[in-house]
């Protein structure tokens, strides 16, 4: 069985993964309309209706003499057994997708008797010609040429159409786990599911009209709950059986209206599609047919018909602030997704003066103004007395640079000095102390609230960094001591560890851990013996280790720093369905961690993560691109919702005294 991704990053596309049916070559891919069961490949059984009773004279006209039926044309494999001849056969028109490119270009015709073959499909996708029209509902005769049109079977070509009026009315099978057929049997016919189906992924929402739903509950990167491994590649794969991807009516690009969000109306700042919403009786054509671009191939999709609109509900409810966390100091991380004040093509640098790069984030000043608005709001809901940053540009500290836009920002929509940045380079007397990476990590802090304290302490060595490879993976560690007015201190280590998205030098394990988990594991041990060897020269025990770590909570990275003495916080505090702070592949995970060490565990009152980003759809953020000038507007709102495509993790804290 070959594996692969479906949900690419904008302009790019991840393989898609899919699974082979018994009975036939076909692979089928995350659309499938395949529920999972123990026994492996399952989906839907099939009982063939009676039709109601129709006219005298529609069924006369439609099932005249000289006809090859629809499940014969179909037959029995995953192509038509009549490729290239020219038939005439009949059918109920059950969805109407014509018109010129976006849109299908046809019709699907099903015939409602069937042959009672539950291998074979009643129905299929015929391709009108431009001064041919149809009405969903009728009985047609027609006459045309048997193709395998992007693997589905159709008729094209089409002459001798003939309405014959209002015909009998088609009932959508249900969707059981029932047998270990192939879905080819149901290729082209209108269907319903038989239980509320979960909104898994809208990667793809705003580019192809699509989501991706999924029966049962919410699914979870495996390794997030359990270890790496055989089982956990296993568990995923039978994640992609209870899959099936809900596309609209077209295969437009950038549609609008984006028709799939709550309660039937068009998705909006105001009127979302979180993940975990659910949509119930969804009923809708089965469709092998693209997304009308290579990054949305052939695929098994349902299409919506037009008196059986999809219904969400707004079951995942979007959370105002965050809960309450109790203690005395709020400590914070939050991976502010590039944000970048400086815009274009080799406009940036690799550090203070680097060497030019391009600029990461907002496209311009316009989109920056939005991004930027978004990422305040964020932060003054968050309302931490330390707070961490991943993802910011790397270009300083001055009065221009992105930390200090930022700080300025956060105090212009609070009050004057609320917050102030940790100039890295200035306490450490070493310029660019934090590499020379186009993003870094960074801190702001209260002064009311702590003071920095001993020594700041950057791990930048190429142990660390470069973690075996030979170039640079990891960011740089910023560790700072902040000291509360009652002489208390807290250690707070801030970190971004190597993505999965690209490849290191040692192979990928095959294990679900992704690409560089050798570098991140091997950092993490570097990370734990620096931060137990007393970095900030205050002598102080109590350490909270914050960041994109980029590893799953049961990751070897997570796992070597647990062996090293440090608490996860999150697991400790958080409820298990609710720890998470990232959505890929349609699968929940927690790459934003918070660890503590030993002393400091029994000081932490609480821990939670505000699900305001990894839960909404990307279309919601700040970007303009690819929007109509009434989508820029409607899409948008200076809110938090959306502001990153990580949710921010924030700590509550008692400190007290050793006694």
Not at 49 to 63: F, H, S, V
Request: glycine content about 10%; charged content about 20%; overall charge negative.
């Amino acid at each position: 069985m070959s594996l692969t991704r479906q949900f690419h990053q904008i302009a790019s596309m991840l393989p898609i993964k899919v699974c082979l049916l018994r009975g036939t070559s076909r692979l089928l891919t995350v659309g499938a309309l395949l529920l999972y069961t123990a026994t492996g490949c399952r989906t839907a059984s099939r009982t063939t209706p009676a039709p109601e009773r129709a006219t005298t004279e529609a069924l006369a006209c439609a099932q005249a003499t000289g006809l090859t039926l629809i499940p014969v044309i179909q037959g029995r494999g995953d192509q038509s057994p009549m490729q290239g001849q020219t038939v005439t056969t009949w059918g109920v028109i059950t969805a109407d997708y014509s018109g010129p490119a976006p849109a299908l270009g046809g019709i699907y015709l099903q015939d409602p008797s069937g042959d009672g073959d539950a291998l074979t499909s009643d129905a299929l996708f015929v391709r009108l010609q431009a001064a041919q029209t149809a009405t969903v509902g009728d009985a047609v005769r027609l006459t045309g040429r048997v193709e395998e049109l992007d693997g589905q079977t159709s008729l094209v070509d089409v002459t001798n159409w003939q309405s014959c009026g209002r015909g009998p009315s088609i009932t959508a099978p249900p969707l059981l786990l029932s047998s270990d057929d192939a879905l080819e049997p149901f290729e082209g016919m209108r269907v319903r599911a038989s239980e509320a189906l979960t909104v898994v992924e809208h990667f793809q929402l705003s580019r192809f009209g699509q989501v991706v739903l999924a029966a049962g509950e919410r699914q979870w990167q495996p390794t997030q709950l359990g270890e790496p491994g055989e089982a956990a590649e296993a568990r995923a794969v039978e994640q992609l059986r209870a899959r099936i991807i809900l596309d609209d009516t077209n295969n437009a690009q950038n549609p609008d209206p984006i028709a799939f969000a709550r309660g039937g109306a068009e998705l909006s700042a105001s009127n979302t599609l979180r993940a975990g919403d659910v949509v119930r009786n969804l009923e809708g054509v089965l469709t092998f047919t693209g997304g009308g671009h290579s990054s949305a191939p052939p695929a098994w999709r349902v299409r919506p018909v037009a008196d059986r609109p999809p219904q969400f509900e707004a079951t995942n409810v979007r959370p105002l602030a965050p809960n309450a966390v109790g203690g005395t100091l709020r400590v914070s991380a939050f991976n502010v997704l590039n944000y970048f004040n400086t815009f274009g093509r080799g406009a940036c640098t690799l550090g203070d003066n680097g060497a030019r790069t391009d600029c990461r984030g907002a496209a311009d000043s316009a989109d920056f103004v939005r991004q930027a608005a978004k990422i305040v709001a964020a932060l003054r809901a968050i309302d931490a007395d330390i707070l961490g940053l991943i993802e910011i540009e790397n270009d300083g500290y001055a009065p221009s640079s992105a930390i200090s836009d930022l700080v300025n920002r956060l105090n212009n929509a609070t009050a004057p000095g609320t917050y102030a940045l940790l100039d890295v380079d200035a306490r450490t007397g070493v310029r660019n102390a934090l590499g020379d990476d186009a993003i870094k990590v960074g801190l702001l802090y209260k002064p009311a609230r702590v003071t920095p304290s001993g020594q700041t302490a950057a791990l930048a060595t190429r142990e660390f960094v470069y973690a075996g490879d030979d170039a640079p993976r990891n960011r740089p560690s910023l560790v700072q001591a902040f000291t509360q007015p009652d002489g208390e201190t807290l250690v707070v280590s801030v970190n971004h560890l190597k993505s999965k998205g690209s490849g290191c030098d040692a192979p990928e394990t095959s294990d679900g851990q992704g690409q560089c988990n050798a570098v991140r594991t091997r950092a993490g041990r570097t990370l734990a013996e620096f931060l137990n060897g007393d970095p900030t020269g205050t002598g102080d025990p109590d350490v909270l280790l914050l960041g994109d770590l980029n590893a799953n909570a049961q990751e070897d990275p997570l796992r070597a720093l647990r062996a090293a003495g440090f608490s996860d916080l999150e697991s400790e505090f958080e409820d298990r369905t609710q720890s998470y702070s990232y959505l890929f592949d349609g699968r929940l995970g927690r790459l934003d961690h918070a660890l503590g060490s030993p002393s400091l565990a029994a000081q932490v009152t609480g821990v939670t993560v505000w699900h305001i980003n990894a839960d909404e759809p990307p279309v919601l953020g700040y970007s303009q691109a690819f929007k109509t000038a009434g989508q820029r507007a409607l899409l948008y709102a200076p809110d938090a919702f959306r502001s990153s495509d990580h949710d921010p993790v924030l700590v509550g804290i008692q400190l007290r005294r050793a006694r």
